[in-house]
């Protein structure tokens, strides 16, 4: 069961260079997310999508910009990278409309932007 | 809006000692209401759940009850071993939501 899926896992950029990250479900989710993780700031939402052609901000979606390809998939792009963007970065997925359902999460990419 | 504010860390115990960790949160609505448990080098899943008040979700010797009158939903384990050492998250869902809001997460390290 592969659940969610990112990749890449670590990622070294320089400041100003372009990349995507991608994220695959394979749970029949509609409701996708991307989070950051830094250090004892807990998880932020920087953008998520209800369903498969609908995107919304989150918290901090300044800097980023987000694809729902299909409904598998949910891409997070860093157009011209900065060092305040360096982070860890989460996908998750989960049911829309059941307040009962659980979030899954990927195994996180570790972005480093120098 | 919806906000969770989380007992701050780090916490720091001995192997075998009872453990809180406090939750409290603002929401509109009835949510449903969760704690994730991120170990090291992982990400999210959940630990336990609680869809009502005065429900109560248990896993792995930790519980949580649904407090709707004072807004919480404390976690806690009587006894807690050194592969608990993680970071919890508490989040509550409004059901329909459209998005998941955390807690900024308590990093717990038990000592042998």
């Known amino acids: 069961n592969a659940g969610v899926t990112q990749t890449p896992k670590f990622q070294v950029l320089k400041t100003g260079q372009s990349m995507t990250l991608q994220c695959a479900q394979d749970m029949n989710h509609n409701s996708m997310y991307w989070y950051r993780q830094d250090p004892g700031m807990g998880l932020r939402l920087i953008y998520y999508?209800?369903?498969?052609?609908?995107?919304d901000k989150g918290e901090v979606p300044n800097g980023y910009n987000v694809s729902r390809l299909n409904k598998r998939e949910f891409s997070l792009r860093l157009e011209s990278a900065a060092p305040s963007q360096t982070s860890v970065y989460f996908c998750a997925s989960s049911e829309t409309g059941r307040g009962n359902t659980e979030a899954f999460f990927g195994q996180g990419t570790r972005l480093t932007v120098v | 809006g919806n906000s969770v504010t989380q007992m701050e860390g780090p916490v720091t115990l001995s192997e075998e000692a009872f453990l809180t960790i406090n939750c409290t949160y603002t929401?509109?609505?009835?949510?449903?209401l969760f704690w994730y448990v991120q170990y090291p080098g992982e990400g999210l899943q959940l630990l336990l759940k609680a869809t009502k008040a005065d429900d109560k979700g248990s896993n792995k010797g930790f519980e949580a009850t649904y407090r709707k009158e004072t807004t919480s939903f404390h976690l806690e384990k009587g006894s807690v071993q050194v592969s608990d050492s993680a970071v919890y998250f508490c989040?509550?869902?409004?059901?329909?939501?459209?998005?998941?809001?955390f807690g900024q997460g308590t990093r717990l390290t038990i000592n042998p």
């Open positions: 989040a509550p869902l409004i059901q329909g939501a459209q998005k998941l809001v």
């Open positions: 999508s209800a369903s498969e052609g609908t995107t």
């Open positions: 929401a509109t609505g009835y949510p449903s």
